[in-house]
Every structure is written in C-alpha cells, then in structure tokens.
C-alpha cells in the first residue's frame, strides 16, 4: 500500500527511490523479490515431489512442519496456519495441496 509524502518522511521516501533506481541498474532484485521467488520455487518442488512417487518426501515433510510451526510461534493458529499453508502451496496445481496434506498430517 502506497503511503503519502509527509514532511517527516519524504527524505527516507527520497532515498529508498535513489536505491530503489540503483538496485534497478544493477539488475539486482529487491529482497521481497527474491522471497517471491523462493517461495514459488519451493512451492513448485512441492507441486513436482507430489507428482513423483519416487521423490524422496521427507524434505517436503520438514519443510512443511517447520514452516507450521513457525507460523504458530508467531501466533498463528495452528489449524488456519495449516489452511493457509495448504492452499498457498496449491496455488499452482491442486495435486500440490494434497500432496501438502498429506505431509503435514
């Protein structure tokens, strides 16, 4: 969400586009760019793993119970944690979720 100009921010607000440009020219990705990605790829292993009866699944089973259980140490619940956990990992292909409930169960 974009926030207005104030006078209090409007130096900080300058330097983040200097940076912001820099970044740009350097062709480097802001850090929230490269979380999106991250997230995608893993959600995309998921998607392959639960596609391949042969992949070993206990990566993914990690993966998915440490990601759990982190949401739920930041104050999460556990069973909307696990929902949104599952379907964010769906997003790319239904068989993924399944193959994240299964491995988080």
């Known amino acids: 969400m974009p926030r207005y ?5 409007t130096a900080h607000q300058a330097r983040q586009r200097r940076y912001r440009k820099r970044l740009q020219d350097l062709g480097r990705p802001e850090a929230s760019a490269v979380d999106v990605a991250v997230a995608e790829a893993v959600a995309r292993l998921v998607e392959g793993a639960s596609r391949d009866a042969s992949a070993d699944k206990s990566v993914f089973r990690r993966l998915l ?11 999460y619940s556990p069973a909307a944690a696990k929902t949104s956990l599952i379907r964010r990992l769906g997003r790319f292909d ?3 979720a399944n193959a994240a409930r299964e491995q988080s169960s």
């Open 5 to 9: 100009a104030t006078l209090t921010n």
């Open 65 to 75: 119970s440490d990601s759990l259980d982190l949401l739920v140490s930041r104050g």
């Open 94 to 96: 239904p068989s993924a």
